[in-house]
């Protein structure tokens, strides 16, 4: 199989409301000291007035959906509080497919380390993205838990370490990789639910995907381009389109996240390994990167951001920013959704978790 590769935004030919968290290992009295030296919620003492308030406006939200250490949970938006081995109540849908039917050939007892959750409506029904950087990647219809889409890449290993997934109109999937084999793979639905990649192209450091419904547009964020592809070829075999006209280097390096600004079509939010902009395809070309935004006072300059999305109901925006060092927490974990407009937090107990969103279902066409 051969592969195509962006650099410097060209293509050229090469070999090759719910929260949704995220959790991965570590944790313990590291992650408590970070988050009180950040001022973020702490738990284990009565609820104060101002924290009464903030349970008040998370009750009216949308529901959470986090990746965690080896499950991905739905959480209860109305606790700002989580503790699932307390209360199991708190936790409305959870998916693991080392113990769910349907997904033995993805090997979860090797790939299933997951480090995304977004969802997705399509043809009516709800479905919920992952990915896993031992190789695990899946389209999962929701709460059903059946099985859209699954594929390994290099199934165990760290040679592609899968991070996030995207559904298209027509039913196909891609996938973006990180590490080693990284890049954008699309797999041809109509092939089966269980495909070789029909087209792929490379993208050093491929973090993010996002499908904009709008223009009709794939987005795939590297460690220092954000590239925007058309999708042609036919069913069978689809092919990566890159739009020149869109996309190019990001102002800051690593790329991590990618995903739509709510209320503000053709606008999505891009983080940075120092930096959460928003990016308007809509405007001039020097125009583009926007860094005054609400919530840009905090967001703006903040490094090591997982994951961000802001809710298209109430426009709080939740993100999540790993506690300690690579070297103390290597899987870049956390135990805080952190939240703004208005601030606050949720807090997980007996977990960490690596991304969150709101559960709220885009649709993709």
């Known amino acids: 199989m051969r592969g195509r590769s962006v650099r410097a935004g060209v293509a050229c030919a090469v070999a090759g409301g719910v929260l949704a968290a995220v959790a991965g290992c570590g944790g313990g009295a590291g992650d408590s000291k970070a988050e009180a030296r950040t001022g973020h919620a702490r738990t284990g003492h009565a609820r104060t007035g101002v924290e009464a308030k903030d349970a008040a ?14 499950r991905l949970m739905v959480l209860d938006p109305a606790r700002s509080t989580w503790d699932p081995r307390a209360d199991p109540s708190v936790v409305k849908w959870s998916f693991d497919p080392r113990h769910t039917p349907g997904y033995a050939d993805l090997q979860p007892d090797r790939t299933w380390t997951p480090n995304e959750a977004k969802v997705r409506s399509w043809r009516g029904k709800t479905y919920v993205l992952t990915s896993a950087s031992k190789g695990f990647a899946a389209v999962v219809e929701y709460p059903s838990k059946k099985r859209y889409w699954g594929a390994t890449l290099g199934a165990g290993t760290s040679d592609y370490n899968p991070h996030s997934v995207e559904l298209l109109p027509n039913g196909d999937v891609a996938v973006a990789s990180s590490a080693g084999n990284e890049g954008v793979a699309l797999f041809a639905r109509s092939q089966g639910p269980a495909p070789k990649w029909a087209d792929r192209v490379r993208i050093t450091g491929a973090h993010g995907l996002y499908w904009d419904a709008g223009r009709k547009r794939l987005w795939a964020l590297g460690s220092a381009y954000l590239v925007a592809f058309r999708i042609g070829g036919t069913a069978a075999h689809p092919k990566l389109i890159q739009d020149k006209a869109l996309g190019g280097s990001t102002p800051t390096p690593n790329g991590h996240d990618l995903g739509p600004v709510a209320g503000h079509p053709g606008r999505m939010w891009v983080a ?35 994951s ?58």
């Open 272 to 306: 940075t390994g120092s930096h959460v902009y928003q990016y308007d395809q809509a405007n001039p070309e020097k125009q583009r990167w926007i860094t005054d935004y609400p919530g840009s006072g905090v967001l703006l300059g903040q490094g090591g951001v997982k």
């Open 57 to 70: 406006v998370q009750a009216a939200g949308p529901p959470v959906i986090v990746s965690a250490r080896k």
């Open 308 to 365: 961000v999305m802001n809710d298209p109901v109430t426009g709080r925006i939740v993100f999540t920013v790993p506690y300690g060092t690579v070297k103390t927490n290597p899987w870049q974990h956390t135990r805080t959704a952190r939240l703004l407009l208005p601030k606050g937090a949720y807090v997980i107990k007996g977990d960490t978790f690596y991304k969150a969103r709101w559960f709220r279902a885009l649709p993709v066409g």
